[in-house]
């Protein structure tokens, strides 16, 4: 039985808990201000989910124990919020969520993180994505995600090149 399946709206308060306990990595590493408690409130989850981000969880015995979204912005496919619990990490759990969403993508994919959070730029890269070189990062930033600027300067962009070397 596959144990990826699409999040159900009566799971918000599951999704929050693997978010804001595995987000707890980033406290010291990213610029302290822009860590905030919780570092996703729940008001910040249902707008991403009213902008088109579509979690998938990984369910082991009944228990979520990861979630990855994936959010459509014009001609190209956004990872968004990919997050596993503390415990479960370095399990499989992430990548097997990054994998049925890469397979299931069918335009360009795109994730950003925080620059210092070198695990998972370390984590993209061991599942087939590659580092994309500033100035080009930036303006994608700007381009597909809404952040602040402060955000934009401390941030990276991955892309998942395509078997004949264009951006999947």
Same mark, same amino acid.
């Given at each position: 039985m596959n144990p990826i399946r699409p999040c159900r709206a009566d799971e918000e308060e599951a999704i929050l808990t693997i978010i804001n306990a595995a987000?707890?990595?980033y406290?010291? &590493?990213i610029p302290a201000d822009r860590w905030h408690e919780p570092y996703m409130p729940a008001r910040e989850l249902r707008e991403e989910i009213a902008a088109g981000v579509a979690f998938s969880g990984y369910e082991h015995e009944g228990e979520l124990l990861g979630v990855m979204? @994936?959010?459509? &912005?014009?001609?190209?496919? %956004? @990872?968004?919020h990919a997050y596993v619990r503390p415990g479960r /990490?370095?399990?499989g759990v992430g990548a097997a969520l990054l994998r049925h969403l890469r397979e299931n993508? /069918?335009?360009? &994919? %795109?994730v950003g993180t925080w620059a210092d959070?070198?695990?998972?730029i370390a984590f993209y890269q061991r599942n087939g994505f590659v580092l994309v070189a500033q100035p080009r990062a930036a303006a994608l930033l700007r381009?597909?995600?809404?952040i602040p600027e402060r955000q @934009?300067?401390?941030?990276v962009v991955l892309e998942l090149p395509c078997r004949d070397g264009v951006t999947r």
């Open positions: 987000a707890e990595a406290r010291g &590493v979204g @994936i959010q459509p &912005v014009r001609e190209v496919d %956004l @990872i968004r /990490q370095r399990s993508a /069918q335009r360009p &994919v %795109l959070a070198a695990w998972a381009s597909y995600w809404n @934009i300067d401390t941030s």
